[in-house]
């Protein structure tokens, strides 16, 4: 099974500056015949459940703010956010589905600084 | 709109059973995938389960092989989860959650999560 590593677990960031949390597969999601990442970011906020941001590595949800960008490729990703918003404060996760059963990485806990 | 309502979670005692349910409505069940992806308390998030559209492919997490079954009926566009032989550690939030894929790919994102029902094993 792929395992997916965060860093860091925790992060806090001033309003308005960047926000950089990093994700790492055990072995690589690039899929030679589509030569896609199959690696997806997610923002949970409490109580609720976890909220599509990008997918593909790179490809922002639809609605999602574009101050979230997504980048890397094989074994290692970055999820950044440009400049960090009060309404940014949430866990973010990454996500393998290169095979099944899935796995997400442990989590990043975004707070403000 | 896409809407997935999961049901059935409840107090159990060690070793005992349950079956979850995920009603889906609001697209085609039949033409996804489906996963079952739990979070214990204060914890991450675990995929535990995937089935294929037509139910024919199934695959479970280590931790819940061979203890629990996951299973379809796209008459009544229902996802189902029976959960046995369970354990302190099987407590948790457990959503349901559709892949995006528009051919029933197994591999793909989730784009639409229900809200989940918590399951608490407890004497």
């Known amino acids: 099974d792929i395992v997916m590593t965060q860093s860091p677990d925790t992060l806090a960031v001033s309003l308005g500056e960047r926000a950089t949390i990093n994700c790492k597969s055990s072995?690589?999601?690039?899929?030679?015949?589509?030569?896609?990442?199959?690696l997806a970011w997610y923002q949970q906020k409490p109580g609720q459940p976890p909220k599509l941001l990008i997918y593909?590595?790179?490809t922002r949800e639809s609605g999602v703010p574009g101050r979230f960008s997504g980048s890397g490729s094989g074994t290692d990703f970055t999820l950044t956010i440009s400049s960090l918003q009060a309404e940014d404060v949430a866990v973010y996760y990454c996500?393998?589905?290169?095979?099944?059963?899935?796995?997400f990485g442990q989590g990043t806990e975004l707070e403000i600084k | 709109e896409v809407q997935l309502v999961e049901s059935g979670g409840g107090l159990v005692q060690p070793g005992g059973s349950l079956r979850l349910s995920c009603a889906a409505s609001?697209?085609?069940?039949?033409?996804?995938?489906m996963h079952w992806v739990r979070q214990a308390p204060g914890k991450g998030l675990e995929c535990i389960s995937v089935?294929?559209?037509?139910?024919?492919?199934?695959y479970y997490a280590n931790s819940v092989k061979g203890r629990f079954t996951i299973s379809r009926d796209n008459s009544k566009n229902t996802l189902y989860l029976q959960m046995g032989s369970l354990r302190a550690e099987d407590m948790a939030v457990y959503y349901c959650?559709?892949?995006?894929?528009?051919?029933?790919?197994?591999?793909?994102?989730?784009?639409?999560w229900g809200r989940g029902t918590l399951v608490t094993v407890s004497s």
């Open positions: 996500h393998q589905y290169y095979s099944s059963p899935h796995s």
């Open positions: 089935i294929s559209s037509n139910g024919g492919n199934t």
């Open positions: 959650a559709r892949a995006g894929g528009l051919f029933g790919e197994l591999n793909y994102y989730f784009d639409y």
């Open positions: 593909w590595a790179s």
């Open positions: 072995q690589s999601v690039l899929y030679s015949s589509d030569n896609k990442n199959y």
């Open positions: 609001g697209f085609s069940f039949s033409t996804y995938a």
